[in-house]
């Protein structure tokens, strides 16, 4: 059974700096491609991130050099460092791994 706990949310004032992780257990991670999503109040699920077996990334022009996703194979983890943040950042993040598993969200609330 696949389980994928995501942790490091929290609430950060405007250009503050976040770390979420997302542990992963029943997948083998170094054979799937892995992606961060997000669903701000109101609104549809995004994906803000993604990357791919090789390390190849993509990310949402909203988050192009705010964002970084990140891998550890050995750890079987998948990051998210978000800098910069602004309130429309504002959402609950998921991590997705193969496409069709998802963890339980993390609240990221940017507010003064």
């Known amino acids: 059974q696949v389980q994928l706990v995501e942790s490091g949310g929290g609430l950060v004032q405007p250009g503050g700096s976040l770390r979420l992780a997302c542990a992963a257990s029943g997948i083998r991670f170094s054979i799937n491609v892995m992606a961060w999503y997000r669903q701000p109040p109101g609104k549809e699920r995004e994906r803000v991130a993604f990357?791919?077996?090789?390390?190849?990334?993509t990310y949402a022009d909203s988050v192009k050099g705010r964002f970084t996703i990140s891998r550890d194979n050995a750890a079987n983890t998948l990051y998210l460092q978000m800098n910069s943040l602004k309130p429309e950042d504002t959402a609950v993040y998921y991590c997705?791994?193969?496409?069709?598993?998802w963890g339980q969200g993390t609240q990221v609330t940017v507010s003064a």
């Open positions: 990357i791919g077996l090789s390390g190849t990334t």
């Open positions: 997705n791994v193969a496409y069709t598993n």
